[in-house]
């Protein structure tokens, strides 16, 4: 009989990514988001005014990227650009519409979160702990 591997915390972490993964983007699927969708939205929320080009370093993808994912929640409501003139960098900011869909996604991330803790108290205490200690070491 073979040998059983050793445990892998690197493995177990990137299981349980991939499982809570699908269950974020089924989570956000009806609402329209996919978890990049999600993310630039939020990152528009929380920068208001940001340009296509901060938004893109942000996200960690290419201006066009930005400027395609930008124009498609545009065109749904979800986002305006505050440019008053054309040539001046734009200045994006996420409409009511956005704030509503995103309060949304933040009830069905919450509801997903309360289901992790649920399932896995000790790594969830245990990330927490590591993420304020981090962000106090940082901050």
């Keep these: 009989m073979p040998e059983k591997p050793p445990f892998s915390p690197t493995v177990a972490l990137l299981t349980v990514s991939r499982v809570w993964d699908a269950a ?3 989570a956000l699927k009806p609402l329209g988001l996919t978890t990049r969708k999600y993310g630039l ?14 938004l893109a370093r942000r996200s960690r993808i290419t ?6 994912a930008v124009a498609a929640f545009a065109a749904d409501g ?7 003139r054309a040539g001046a960098a734009s200045r994006l900011r996420v409409t009511t519409a956005g704030e509503r869909l995103l ?8 509801a997903l979160d309360a289901r ?3 399932e896995y108290p000790v790594l969830t ?15």
Aim: no cysteine; hydrophobic share 40%.
């Design 24 to 26: 974020f983007a089924d």
């Design 41 to 54: 939205l939020g990152h528009i929320r929380a920068t208001p005014d940001v340009s296509f080009s901060e």
């Design 63 to 68: 201006v066009q990227s930005a400027h395609t």
């Design 78 to 84: 979800l986002v305006e650009d505050t440019t008053a």
């Design 103 to 110: 309060e949304q996604a933040a009830e069905r991330v919450a």
């Design 116 to 118: 992790f803790a649920e």
């Design 125 to 139: 205490e245990g990330l927490r702990r590591q993420i304020e200690e981090r962000m106090s070491r940082n901050g």
